[in-house]
């Protein structure tokens, strides 16, 4: 009997082990040495301050979809926070949640671009941003809406900036637009909607992309790596 547990155990180890070679050498945004080199990368930025928006070229499945829709490099977009000295992005993954290792080491080549209002210091006060963060804990643990739809049910990452942005201060950053507006003519495009939609799309889905949202003329770039 006490043989029979000793072998089990050994395979169990042999289990896990096999699991995570597999996550860290087949799946770079899980590589957590990717991830602590890119975590210093952005801690290290003097400049990051509450509320700032971070864009990056994803490496999801549906990047490039988004990439030739809108006609833009950047794909996934969040609002950064500090929380004890250290920043961490407030983001729409599945499900919506705060990320600091993972964050930059799932985008392309580690690049990354940061955004801020042109008049943050007048508009971003301590009550602002604890609205802010306020409006976006309604949305926390919610699941990342694959069909884009505007509504609270889930959420994607440019529609979670764009929500607690108007909610907590009135603005609005980026156009918002119908999904029809955007270029659905690429094959590429074409099969991520047939996956999502299948026969129908509703192109009168209103939509804020994060192209939308990086292109704003209410926003500076103060950062970029």
Known sequence: MKKRIII????????????????????????????????????????????????????SGQSKAIQLATKSKYSHCGIIYSYNGKF????????????LDQWIAR???AHYVIKRLKNAD??????TLRRLKQEGEKFKGKDYDLAFEWSDDKIYCSELIWKIYQRATGIEIGKLQKLGDFDLT???VRQKMKERYGDFIST??????????????????????
């Not at 961490?88 to 990320?99: D, L």
């Not at 939509?207 to 103060?222: G, M, Q, T, W």
């Open 8 to 59: 089990l155990g050994i395979l169990g180890l042999i289990v896990i082990g096999g699991l995570y070679l597999t996550r860290r050498f087949h799946y770079p945004k899980y590589n957590p040495d990717n991830a602590k080199t890119d975590t210093k990368q952005l801690v290290d930025v003097e400049k990051i301050n509450n509320g700032d928006l971070i864009f990056q070229t994803s490496l």
């Open 88 to 99: 961490y992005v407030f983001e729409a993954v599945q499900p919506v949640k705060s990320t």
């Open 107 to 109: 985008g392309k080549d």
């Open 122 to 127: 007048q508009i971003l006060t301590a009550e």
């Open 186 to 188: 690429n094959d590429t």
């Open 204 to 225: 009168d889905e209103i939509v804020i992309s994060p192209a939308a949202i990086f292109e704003s003329d209410l926003l500076i770039k103060v950062k970029e790596n």
